[in-house]
């Protein structure tokens, strides 16, 4: 087997009293805190003291122990990068969720568990004033709230609408400490827009889901600022179309998502298409056999061809997909989301690697 690197990305922080993401990758739990009733955060530190160095937005890629194999996901912090002995993570427990329900209900204080990070680019960009609309919906909270929990200890001035929608006022995450948020930083101006008042008739607030009118009203100077938002995918769709439409350019929206994906890739010209190599790829476990075109990620042709593989960000960033390469070689353009250890192991990421010869894969 042979995987050839097109980039690499830069090693960690030096220092042994730091966390090395390339060699550290155990974490033991050591609080679980209710959040509200369907989200725990869980709060992890080194087993060997080691500092965190992480930016606010960005996430760890955790194995958990699910039945007979481990699963992997991926989950923001949301803790601020000043406290960095530890970092957590805020899950919500989603219906017929392997993973959220087994963090509910198993993982414990004291336990251990495997992970790979810090990984990730929403980060808010640096240089110049800070002016921010931070904008999320139901759990898509947990990256944005590491980001002003950072500018909450900077102290730094700073202009900051800060917008969560959930599905109801008792689904609003962290909203006590927003609230004490707004009330001691001068330049942080909050909404909280719930779709309805199911359990809070007394609510004081607007009700309903994002639109232009209620944005234009909530945001005026929305066009001024860059958008940083997180949520589900019909959320961020309509964030994203209506960004756009209040004059938001196209480089002052980031967003945020977990969501798995088909890579749609475009067709090849029919004469490029005539003369492209197509490779055979094998998945042992599966015992299924697909032909991939060469300049055809391997995760693409999979999902097309319906062969099961966990994925998420599908650009080489998150290591979800992250495979045993029995065979074979490919060319692989990841952005961080596997260890050299591990691609000197033999590992790739079906997402971002492109076949350059017949493959075996371990899946």
């Given at each position: 087997m042979d995987i050839e690197l097109v980039t690499r990305p830069s090693g960690a922080a030096a220092g042994s009293n730091v966390w090395d993401p390339e060699h550290d990758d155990t974490l033991v739990c050591i609080d679980i805190h209710q959040e509200t009733a369907?989200?725990?955060?869980?709060?992890?530190?080194?087993p060997d003291g080691k500092r965190f160095d992480f930016e606010s937005g960005?996430?760890?890629?955790?194995?958990?122990?699910?039945?007979?194999?481990?699963?992997?996901?991926?989950?923001s912090i949301s803790s601020s990068p000043h406290r960095s002995t530890t970092f957590t993570v805020t899950v919500k427990r989603v219906v017929n969720g392997r993973v959220s329900n087994w963090l509910h209900d198993n993982l414990a204080k004291g336990a251990t568990v495997k992970a790979q990070g810090p990984l990730g680019h929403f980060v808010r960009p640096r240089g110049g004033p800070v002016k921010l609309l931070l904008l999320s919906g139901g759990s898509g909270i947990t990256p944005v709230m590491s980001i002003l929990r950072d500018l909450a200890d900077r102290y730094e001035p700073a202009d900051i609408v800060f917008m969560h929608a959930a599905r109801t006022p008792l689904d609003l995450i962290f909203r006590d400490e927003l609230n004490c948020l707004a009330s001691r930083m001068k330049g942080l101006r909050l909404h909280f827009l719930p779709?309805?008042?199911?359990?809070?008739?007394?609510?004081?607030?607007?009700?309903?889901r994002i639109t232009p009118e209620f944005m234009k009203l909530a945001v005026p100077d929305i066009a001024d600022r860059t958008v940083m938002c997180c949520g589900p995918?019909?959320?961020?769709?309509?964030?994203?179309?209506?960004?756009?439409?209040?004059?938001?350019?196209?480089?002052s929206y980031i967003e945020e998502s977990f969501d798995a994906a088909v890579i749609d890739e475009p067709g090849l010209?029919?004469?490029?298409?005539?003369?492209?190599?197509?490779?055979?790829?094998?998945?042992?476990?599966?015992?299924?056999?697909?032909?991939?075109?060469?300049?055809?990620?391997?995760?693409?042709?999979?999902?097309?061809?319906?062969?099961r593989l966990p994925s998420s960000c599908s650009n080489g960033v998150c290591g979800?997909?992250?495979?045993?390469?029995?065979s074979g070689s490919v060319e692989m353009n990841h952005n961080g989301g596997i260890r050299q250890r591990e691609i000197d192991a033999g590992m790739f990421l079906p997402c971002c690697s492109k076949p350059l010869s017949d493959l075996v894969v371990d899946r």
């Open positions: 369907d989200v725990k955060s869980f709060t992890f530190a080194s960005q996430y760890f890629l955790f194995d958990f122990p699910v039945g007979d194999d481990a699963e992997a996901r991926c989950y779709e309805t008042v199911i359990g809070e008739p007394s609510w004081p607030g607007l009700t309903g995918a019909p959320f961020m769709a309509a964030a994203r179309s209506i960004s756009s439409q209040l004059g938001v350019q196209a480089g010209p029919i004469e490029e298409a005539a003369a492209a190599r197509v490779w055979q790829v094998e998945f042992q476990k599966q015992n299924r056999k697909i032909e991939v075109k060469g300049e055809q990620t391997v995760l693409s042709s999979a999902k097309k061809a319906g062969v979800t997909c992250k495979s045993k390469l029995v």
